[in-house]
């Protein structure tokens, strides 16, 4: 149990479930209510992800105990909330331009969240930050790292000095932290007993559909997580289809990162892009002359792209395609430029 775990909840032992009391791989089991007759899926999935937490605890040199995963990092970012902070007595702090979740989930859980403005470069806003930490006392402050929307990595030198200022936890969301070429955050966990990084299998492993997370994070922090975490919330499927994309290690996120920037001078060179933003994700913030125009003729050629106009005038953000769709956006722009 962490320093930071919501009082009513340290009398709470994470739920117990027939899978995790007893490995009953060479048994005849008959202790789950499951359908006797087997086929892939009448069996429930193992509770902890032992194999797939092994595979990431290996891959990013952590032991096993530091690892959690879950169904989806958004469903790690409500548990994180609903670990750590009271209703009417905590806040948490994110940042905008920024991922919506944060509000999200402040707001199911009742939870007073502040959200501050990031720099004219989308970084950090430092002196800021500092001045709210002092004033505020968040519970929680999430940083995402590259950013949703901008695409930018935050600067690490104000990351580290937010970390250290941190009276509470700091969440560094590590989304499209592949598509970045710089080192991640997790080496902070050797110094640093407030910090959770989280990362997902649905972007750079390219398996949105299979709803994986996971969080890393010092043990006590993990088990704290455990508290709140229902059983079975990933399914075998996932769990083996994950472990198998591990061990291929067939991670390969040259050829986006390739596009990205190809994309990116082709968008550059359209007479209705006002700026596109350098990005170290998957994705480009394109300010338009008139976004919403832009919107509505890309969706009359069969083209969605996201409206983040309401975050960042004229903005939308574009997902870094294959060759062929990023051609088809290209040719699309052309026809309403
Ligand atoms: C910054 C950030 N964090 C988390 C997520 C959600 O990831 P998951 O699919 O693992 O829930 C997203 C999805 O868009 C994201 O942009």
């Not at 000095?161 to 997790?186: C, M, Q, T, W």
């Not at 959770?196 to 997580?225: C, H, N, Q, W």
Request: hydrophobic share 40%; proline share 5%.
């Amino acid at each position: 149990m962490s320093r930071f775990l919501n009082p009513y909840l340290h009398a709470v032992r994470s739920y117990s479930s027939a899978r995790s009391e007893f490995d009953a791989s060479n048994y005849l089991r008959l202790d789950a209510n499951e359908h006797p007759v087997e086929s892939p899926y009448n069996r429930y999935p193992d509770p902890m992800c032992t194999q797939l937490v092994e595979s990431i605890a290996i891959k990013e040199n952590l032991s096993r105990d530091q690892v959690l995963v879950s169904n989806g990092s958004d469903q790690l970012i409500d548990m994180i909330v609903r670990a750590y902070c009271m209703p009417d007595v905590d806040r948490i702090l994110s940042f905008t331009p920024g991922f919506s979740m944060f509000d999200y989930v402040a707001q199911v859980n009742r939870i007073a969240i502040d959200t501050l403005a990031l720099d004219d470069q989308f970084d950090l806003p430092l002196a800021d930050t500092l001045g709210y930490i002092d004033k505020s006392d968040p519970k929680i402050i999430f940083a995402v790292s590259p950013n949703n929307p901008t695409g930018n990595d935050l600067s690490p030198d104000r990351l580290l000095a937010l970390v250290k200022a941190a009276p509470g936890l700091v969440v560094i969301d590590e989304a499209y932290f592949e598509f970045s070429g710089r080192r991640s955050y997790v080496k902070l966990l050797e110094e640093n007993d407030h910090v959770i990084v989280l990362r997902t299998f649905s972007k750079a492993y390219g398996m949105a559909g299979l709803r994986l997370g996971y969080a890393l994070a010092r043990p006590e922090l993990i088990e704290d997580l455990k508290k709140v975490r229902m059983p079975y919330d990933v399914d075998s499927w996932s769990q083996s289809v994950a472990l198998s994309s591990l061990a291929a290690d067939e991670l390969n996120t040259s050829k986006i990162i390739q596009a990205r920037n190809e994309l990116r001078d082709r968008l550059q060179n359209l007479p209705q892009v006002k700026r596109v933003y350098p990005s170290d994700a998957n994705f480009l913030l394109v300010i338009f002359s008139d976004a919403i125009a832009t919107y509505r003729g890309l969706l009359d050629q069969g083209i969605v792209v996201r409206r983040r106009d309401k975050q960042v005038p004229n903005a939308l953000r574009i997902t870094v395609g294959t060759t062929a769709q990023n051609e088809q956006l290209i040719q699309a722009l052309k026809r309403l430029a």
